[in-house]
């Protein structure tokens, strides 16, 4: 029975095979476009080109040299963890040379690299994968070639988190631009030395918003008598996004109706206003004079580094410092959380910056080069086969003599690189800061319980971004001092919704100003 059972599968492979043949149909070099009309697209003239025939696409045969162009994690690349893996590339597929674009290796502002992407298009001579600053910017300059038959023929693309595929594409919903290689999120901590000093309960990992205002008030029964402050989650970054759900939300700006929108960020307003009559009671050590500062604290000057605050944030770049600074050389305690659960009509996110890169448009005009390019890109971004490379290198980085030039116990994070875009739970599981480290290593001090907390791993794969692929958006961003409006409150008595109506119109009016630079 079972023979039987196998010749009639395998005959029915032949059939399907002979089909398949006949009509030149190709199941590696298509997919389905769902979201379009239900059509099979051919990506063929992109996807496993294989000229000779031979088995092997193109790209993986023939001699092939790729420019990378990044200001990242220094000039030197010996001591650079992204070369340092992306010279792991080559040695897998050692028919590609990667070299690094001199030019763009120094750390130049982002607007500055973008000039200088535009004069090098002008002169037809891009690098072929590039830090992409200002996304909108790039596109609408023609720098970037289109992903969107890569991502949409690669099964890994399927797990990249649904704001991280927002991101990526453009403006007018066209192109992808480019892979954010990581999001460099923001996320609470928390002093527990200083709660368990003054025998005040330490949250879960699953508090909520009130949790939050809850532990605020309890420090704040304190303050006057001791120099402790509540300290805060800085929400006037995403809070119009965090308190009343406005799409994206970054410093007001409503990414669905691309203009800013304070006047519906009612909670968020009631936030400001908040911190206005906290100031004014003297809860902030950044409200205070130098003179009240002085009198409560002596001269110190950094309120959560001194151990003054019950309640900060740490960006994830800076986990490194922070913690060799307040952890190890000050002795104190903290530990990270997740964004705690969002009040009603709110949406619980945690917001980053997606640092990006991209690949030349003029890849276009050679297709064998623009899939190396691409693999090389997804080695760097969200592949797993690459993001277990990139993390590997702490180990092997990890023990070498204090004299060494890169050692992983001093420049952590610059190995961690921030957040991949995955969401795939196995990949995360991989995660250096995931899996921590031998609790007789130096680097056990990063061993936060909060990383191995599923949803918190899930809120730093797909954070709110930072808007860098909305036309204009980070200009206007460049004129807009968000604690001004905080200001007006406090100091003039006014109420957010008498005022909020005056900035939407001001940062509107910005906006179209920008706006008039943009042809497409």
């Known amino acids: 029975m079972k023979s039987k059972n196998v010749l009639f599968l395998t005959a029915l492979m032949v059939l399907l095979l002979l089909l398949s043949a006949c009509t030149g149909e190709s199941s590696t070099k298509e997919t389905i476009n769902e979201e379009d009309t239900g059509e099979i697209t051919d990506f063929s003239n992109y996807i496993g080109i294989d000229e000779d025939g031979s088995g092997i696409p193109d790209w993986q045969e023939k001699e092939i040299e790729l420019v990378y162009a990044s200001k990242f994690y220094g000039e030197n690349d010996e001591t650079n963890p992204i070369f340092l893996n992306i010279q792991k590339f080559m040695e897998i597929y050692p028919n590609i040379t990667v070299v690094r674009d001199r030019q763009f290796a120094a750390d130049e502002e982002d607007l500055v690299q973008m000039e200088m992407l535009t004069a090098r298009a002008n002169e037809r001579n891009l690098p072929d994968i590039f830090y992409s600053a200002i996304a909108a910017e790039a596109y609408d300059r023609e720098l970037t070639l289109d992903l969107t038959p890569y991502i949409e023929s690669d099964s890994e693309a399927d797990w990249i988190s649904e704001n991280a595929k927002s991101f990526m594409k453009t403006y007018d919903g066209e192109e992808i631009y480019g892979i954010p290689w990581m999001s460099v999120a923001q996320f609470p901590a928390i002093n527990t030395k200083l709660l368990r000093e003054n025998n005040i309960a330490i949250p879960s990992y699953d508090w909520t918003y009130q949790d939050y205002e809850d532990l605020r008030s309890e420090v704040a029964k304190l303050t006057p008598d001791n120099p402790i402050f509540p300290g805060i989650i800085e929400f006037q970054d995403h809070g119009a996004h965090y308190f009343d759900s406005i799409p994206n939300g970054w410093l007001g700006y409503n990414i669905e109706t691309q203009k800013w929108d304070f ?124 993001l277990k490379s990139k993390w590997s290198l702490i180990e092997e980085y990890t023990g070498l003599p204090e004299d060494a030039p890169l050692r992983a116990e001093v420049d952590l994070m610059n190995f961690v690189q921030g957040w991949p875009i995955t969401t795939n739970p196995e990949i995360l599981q991989q995660h250096p800061l995931v899996k921590g480290f031998p609790e007789d290593s130096e680097l056990a001090v990063y061993n936060f319980d909060a990383f191995k907390n599923t949803e918190f791993q899930q809120q730093l794969a797909n954070p709110i971004p930072y808007p860098r692929q909305m036309p204009a958006v980070t200009n206007v961003f460049g004129n807009l ?14 109420r957010y919704s008498d005022i909020a109506a005056e900035w939407d119109t001001m940062m509107n009016e910005y906006l179209e100003e920008y706006l008039r630079q943009y042809t497409r």
């Not at 205070?288 to 500062?293: D, I, K, S």
């Not at 604290?297 to 913690?323: C, P, R, T």
């Open 263 to 386: 006047t519906n960020s009612k909670k968020y307003g009631e936030w400001f206003e908040q911190m206005s009559r906290e100031g004014i009671e003297g809860l902030h050590f950044y409200d205070l004079t130098e003179e009240q500062r002085a009198q409560k604290v002596g001269n110190l000057g950094w309120a959560w580094g001194d151990g003054l605050e019950a309640i900060s944030n740490v960006w994830m770049y800076a986990l490194s410092g922070d913690v060799q600074e307040i952890i190890v050389n000050r002795e104190m305690e903290f530990d990270i959380y997740p964004m705690p659960e969002a009040p009603e009509g709110g949406t619980t996110s945690l917001r980053a910056y997606y640092d990006t890169l991209s690949l030349s448009s003029e890849l276009e005009d050679d297709p064998v080069k623009a899939e190396a390019a691409f693999h090389l890109l997804k080695w760097l971004t969200y592949g797993e086969e690459g």
């Open 481 to 494: 001092d968000i604690w001004e409006l905080r200001n007006q409150i406090r100091d003039e008595g006014v």
